[in-house]
C-alpha cells in the first residue's frame, strides 16, 4: 500500500515562489501533480515517471513550474515559480501502481491529502 503526504503550501504574493514536498511510502512508478480550485475540475498539473527520464507538464504551468524527485527519499517535488492568481488551488499528488504515465486524474491511484497553495494579486 503506497501513502502519500504533500507539504509546502503556503500564501504567496503574485510573481512569487513556492516548492511542494510529496513524501512517499510504498513502492511508486508515475507520480504526478494535480491541483482543484473551487467549483472547479481536479486538474492535471505535472507528472514524472518512475526513472525521472520523462517529465509532463500542463500548458499553463509550462516554463514556470517544474517537478523533480529524489529516488533515494522516495520524494516528488513541485518547484512552482512566477506564481499567479490563477494557481490558487488544493495542489494534490498522486501516484500510479503501474508504468503508466497518465494526465488525468482517473489514471491515478494513490493520492495524498492535499496542501494549500494562494496566491495574492
Known amino acids: 500500500q503506497v501513502q502519500l503526504v504533500e507539504s509546502g503550501g503556503g500564501l504567496v504574493q503574485a510573481g512569487g515562489s513556492l516548492r511542494l514536498s510529496c513524501a512517499a511510502s510504498?513502492?511508486?512508478?508515475?507520480m504526478g501533480w494535480f491541483r482543484q480550485a473551487p467549483g472547479k475540475e481536479r486538474e492535471f498539473v505535472a507528472c514524472?515517471?518512475?526513472?525521472?527520464?520523462?517529465?509532463y507538464y500542463a500548458d499553463s504551468v509550462k516554463d514556470r513550474f517544474t517537478i523533480s524527485k529524489d529516488n533515494a527519499k522516495n520524494t516528488v517535488y513541485l518547484q512552482m515559480n512566477s506564481l499567479k492568481p490563477e494557481d490558487t488551488a488544493v495542489y494534490y499528488c498522486?501516484?500510479?501502481?503501474?508504468?503508466?504515465?497518465?494526465?488525468?486524474?482517473?489514471?491515478?491511484?494513490?493520492w495524498g491529502q492535499g496542501t494549500q497553495v494562494t496566491v495574492s494579486s
Open positions: 498522486a501516484a500510479t501502481s503501474n508504468w503508466e504515465i497518465p494526465q488525468v486524474h482517473n489514471g491515478y491511484n494513490y
Open positions: 510504498g513502492r511508486t512508478y508515475t
Open positions: 514524472i515517471t518512475r526513472s525521472a527520464t520523462s517529465a
